[in-house]
């Protein structure tokens, strides 16, 4: 589905015109360590409902940051998941290793996404979440790493009695080709094609939703053409929404004038909600 960063649909002009942009999003409810490691533990950063009760079993999304494989921080999702809390979703923000944090290589990030996928999952019961909606986000490198829970197989750590596959999955400027026509092979070298999402699409790969700008000279536009186009071949759902002029990070809260950020978390809400993951009438209202 095409947009335009200044041409909207007359329902979300409308929406956009009268919503209000949090200044900053309130911090993380806990922090709660998933993965136990030398040179420092994994966290997953979470955002809790207020009505929240561990006897609920909510929708869960859990987001990983971009940054190349490199660096990156949880907070770059803080306002997501303080938007899709305000919905009734359990929403989490999770670490995983790169190699500033931890001198890891995009093989170790892959594993440490399905490690949180899993967690989650597995403890899901202490987190008021329903095993059968545990969704997959991300953006850039962080959208690569949350489409590989999705797609590849192996990588697995943990009790692989408790399936790391997301639910859906929804990516904003996702590395989802790792090949030359892509991104990171220079990274990868001769195992790119081992976690290169677009060459791993089957049946089975979740439904999708997609962010991604025609200006990206970062992540090349065509590569989520090339996967959504896979997709529909593998009789597989998936929304690609592509945005004009917009290059790569486009969607971060902050952003430019906010307008991006405002018109892909209510695209983001609306295919959530049509999932059945956000309750009817919640859909396109972007804080």
Same mark, same amino acid.
């Given at each position: &589905?095409?947009?335009?960063?200044?041409?909207?649909?007359?329902?979300?002009?409308?929406?956009?015109?009268?919503?209000?942009?949090?200044? #900053?999003?309130?911090?993380?409810?806990?922090?709660?360590?998933? %993965?136990?490691?030398?040179?420092?533990?994994?966290?997953?950063?979470?955002?809790?409902? #207020?009505?929240?009760?561990?006897?609920?079993?909510?929708?869960?999304?859990?987001?990983? @940051?971009?940054?190349?494989?490199?660096?990156?921080?949880?907070?770059? @999702?803080?306002?997501?998941?303080?938007?899709?809390?305000? %919905?009734?979703?359990?929403?989490? =923000?999770?670490?995983?290793?790169?190699?500033? !944090?931890?001198?890891?290589?995009? @093989?170790?990030?892959?594993? *440490?996404?399905?490690?949180?996928?899993?967690?989650?999952?597995?403890?899901?019961?202490?987190? +008021?979440?329903?095993?059968? #909606?545990?969704?997959?986000?991300? +953006? /850039?490198? +962080?959208?690569?790493?949350?489409?590989?829970?999705?797609?590849?197989? $192996?990588?697995?750590?943990?009790?692989?009695?408790?399936?790391?596959?997301? =639910?859906?999955?929804?990516?904003?400027?996702?590395?989802?080709?790792?090949?030359?026509?892509?991104?990171?092979?220079?990274?990868?070298?001769?195992?790119? %094609?081992?976690?290169?999402?677009?060459?791993?699409?089957?049946?089975?790969?979740?439904?999708?939703?997609?962010?991604? $700008?025609?200006?990206?000279?970062?992540?090349?536009?065509?590569?989520?053409? *090339?996967?959504? /186009?896979? &997709? %529909?071949?593998?009789?597989?759902?998936?929304?690609?929404?592509?945005?004009?002029?917009?290059?790569?990070?486009?969607?971060? @809260? +902050?952003?430019? *004038?906010? !307008?991006?950020?405002?018109?892909?978390?209510?695209? &983001?809400?609306?295919?959530?909600?049509?999932?059945?993951?956000?309750?009817?009438?919640?859909?396109?209202?972007?804080?």
């Amino acid at each position: &589905m095409p947009n335009t960063l200044f041409r909207f649909t007359p329902i979300l002009t409308a929406l956009l015109a009268t919503s209000t942009v949090v200044a #900053k999003p309130r911090t993380p409810d806990e922090k709660l360590i998933f %993965k136990k490691l030398e040179g420092g533990d994994l966290k997953l950063h979470v955002y809790k409902p #207020k009505d929240w009760n561990s006897a609920d079993k909510r929708p869960a999304i859990v987001f990983f @940051f971009g940054g190349g494989w490199v660096g990156g921080t949880p907070g770059q @999702f803080y306002p997501h998941c303080d938007h899709l809390s305000s %919905k009734g979703m359990v929403a989490i =923000s999770a670490e995983y290793r790169t190699k500033k !944090s931890h001198g890891t290589d995009p @093989f170790s990030c892959v594993e *440490d996404g399905k490690s949180a996928i899993r967690w989650v999952r597995e403890h899901a019961a202490e987190l +008021g979440v329903d095993p059968a #909606k545990v969704i997959a986000g991300g +953006g /850039s490198a +962080g959208g690569h790493v949350a489409a590989c829970t999705g797609t590849i197989t $192996g990588f697995e750590t943990g009790n692989q009695k408790v399936s790391s596959v997301p =639910s859906a999955m929804v990516l904003f400027n996702p590395v989802c080709d790792t090949s030359p026509k892509g991104y990171g092979t220079n990274k990868l070298g001769e195992r790119w %094609k081992e976690i290169s999402p677009l060459h791993h699409v089957s049946k089975k790969t979740p439904p999708t939703c997609i962010f991604h $700008g025609r200006a990206d000279t970062t992540v090349p536009h065509q590569n989520a053409v *090339d996967i959504k /186009s896979a &997709m %529909k071949k593998s009789g597989r759902r998936c929304e690609l929404h592509s945005y004009d002029a917009a290059k790569h990070g486009f969607f971060n @809260f +902050g952003r430019g *004038d906010g !307008s991006a950020y405002k018109d892909t978390v209510a695209q &983001m809400d609306s295919f959530l909600a049509s999932l059945g993951y956000l309750p009817k009438g919640t859909d396109r209202k972007a804080n």
